[in-house]
């Protein structure tokens, strides 16, 4: 027996048309049909847990109500997820190779720091005047080997932090192309 959760988002609409598109100025809304199902969807989506099974509730006058309704939009928002997915995942692609770029550079910095830092370390250590000796291992940690762990501190931010979004608009997308789409009269 699953214990699985099934949420629910209604999206209301005047026409089915409004899903896709922006509304008109004049409208009482202020995004298409899409946009508020993707922010229903999005604040339940954490990329570090189990996704939600979802159903979606077009909500429509009567009047606008056609057969076949529900599966000809039920195939268009599937094919506008798998879209917004491969964007999603080509710009996790893109961000990945500046951070593989960004990773190329921050080395080319850290080994002449991690140099420096030895060498600035070996002269404080070697038994020259006291003076000296502070100058040197103050030049050492504070400043040659504090840049080189600066310079790696974009790459690593890269890697942990900046692939969050782009994986959980993939995870988005695909609840709402794995979503039970219903249309039901307002």
Not at 15 to 38: A, C, K, N
Not at 106 to 124: A, D
Not at 143 to 150: C, D, K, N, P, T
Not at 157 to 163: A, N, R, V
Request: glycine share 6%.
């Amino acid at each position: 027996m699953s214990t699985e959760q099934l949420r629910d988002v209604t999206v209301r609409l005047d026409d089915i048309q409004g899903f896709f598109v922006d509304p008109d100025p004049s409208s009482d809304r202020y995004v298409s049909g899409m946009e508020e199902l993707y922010r229903g969807v999005k604040v339940h989506t954490r990329v570090l847990t189990r996704p939600d099974k979802y159903q979606v509730t077009i909500a429509l006058p009567v009047e606008k109500i056609t057969d076949g309704l529900e599966e000809d939009i039920s195939a268009k928002i599937k094919q506008y997820c798998q879209f917004k997915a491969e964007e999603s995942h080509q710009n996790l692609l893109v961000l990945r190779h500046q951070g593989v770029d960004s990773v190329r550079v921050g080395v080319f910095v850290l080994v002449p720091c991690l140099v420096l830092g030895i060498l600035c370390t070996w002269l404080s250590q070697s038994g020259i005047n006291g003076v000296l000796q502070a100058v040197f291992l103050v030049v050492a940690v504070v400043f040659i080997l504090s840049a080189g762990w600066v310079a790696l501190w974009m790459p690593a931010e890269f890697f942990l932090y900046d692939t969050w979004p782009f994986q959980q608009d993939m995870r988005v997308y695909q609840q709402i192309a794995d979503a039970h789409i219903v249309i039901s009269e307002r």
